[in-house]
Each structure stands twice: as C-alpha cells, then as structure tokens.
C-alpha cells in the first residue's frame, strides 16, 4: 500500500501527454494548453523523483547504488528539459502575441498612410500649410512602417529560432522519458527492492 501515492504519479506520468492534445483550433489555445500540460509534468516529475529518492534511501540506509544515482541524474535531466520546453514555449506565445500585435499595427499604418487619411487626420489643424502637415505625415508613418517592418522581421527569426529550440526541447523529453521512466518504474516497483 506504501507504492500507491507512487503508482498514482506514475500513472499520471503517463496520462498527462493523452491529456495534452489540444483541439486543432486555435494555435494560442493549443499551445497554452501544451504549456499547462507540461507544467503539470515538471510537477509530477519533481514528486516521483523525491519519492524515488526517499524509497531507495530508506531501503538502503545509507545511499543510491551507481544504477539508483544514474537514474536520478536522468530524472533530474528530465525535469530540467521539460522546464526548458515550457520555457521555450512560454517565449513562442509571447512571440506570436507580440507579432499579432505588430501585424496590427503595421496594418493600422498602412491605412494612415493612405491620401484620404492623411488629408482628415490634417483636415482639423488650422493652417494655411497643409500641404507641408500632409508630407510631415506622410514621412511620419513611412518611418514607423520601415521600423515595424523592421521588428517583424526580427520577431519572425526568433520566432524561428524559438520554434526549432521547442521542437528540439520536445524531441530530448520524449527521448529521455522513454529511455528512463521504464527503468525507474523497474526500480520503483520491483517487489525484491522493497
């Protein structure tokens, strides 16, 4: 009965990426989602690897054999990669958010720099030189386009960089938990150990 808080957190182990999947709706949803997920994975990772830890300690008095403190270090790289994955992620919703915005505002630029716009937005100055407040906004908003345009460039080579570092995080954590959780679970709920 002392294994059941552990079976609990193995099985939720292994529940957590079936509960992960996202509809394919919205890519913000989806992705908060993935992070929620993934946080709950480093939790629950956390638990069962104290709870390894104090089951091999207790049963052996003294400390891990090479094999138990291997598989810790793999637990502890595990959790380690998994919070980098919500890491990265976090990043690439704030990208994507900030590139939404940035599309918006660049758009809203656009349609400033259209002549019918220009002449309303100086229609109300109250001057004999319109023609000068004209080209003054044209230069204006020609300005902050080329810098938006700037920044969206820059936001999409992160958003880049950041999306390969997410795929490469997800390929080492899906790697190391097939790799390991089986061993531990091995040591963990092997009735010779207990």
């Known amino acids: 009965m002392r294994n059941t808080p552990i079976l609990t957190v193995v099985l939720l182990l292994v529940a957590i990426p079936a509960l992960g999947q996202a509809p394919t709706g919205d890519p913000m949803s989806a992705i908060a989602a993935e992070l929620s997920s993934i946080s709950r994975s ?37 959790v380690k990669a998994e919070e980098r994955l919500a890491v990265l992620q976090r990043s690439q919703v704030e990208l994507v958010e900030r590139q939404g915005n940035t599309r918006t505002r660049l758009a809203q630029v656009d349609r400033d720099a259209f002549p019918q716009s220009i002449d309303r937005s100086v229609a109300f100055e109250g001057t004999t030189k319109t023609e000068e407040l004209r080209e003054n906004r044209r230069s204006v908003l020609q300005a902050e386009k080329q810098s938006l345009q700037l920044l969206l460039q820059q936001i999409n080579s992160n958003l880049a960089d950041t999306t390969e570092g997410v795929r490469d995080a997800q390929l080492m954590v899906q790697r190391l938990r097939r790799q390991y959780l089986p061993q531990i679970e091995r040591e963990v709920f092997d009735p010779t150990l207990n």
């Open 42 to 78: 480093v939790q629950s990772l956390n638990a069962t690897t104290r709870a390894f830890i104090e089951k091999f300690e207790k049963i052996s008095g003294n400390s891990l054999n090479e094999k138990q403190q291997k598989l810790v270090m793999a637990m502890e790289l595990l």
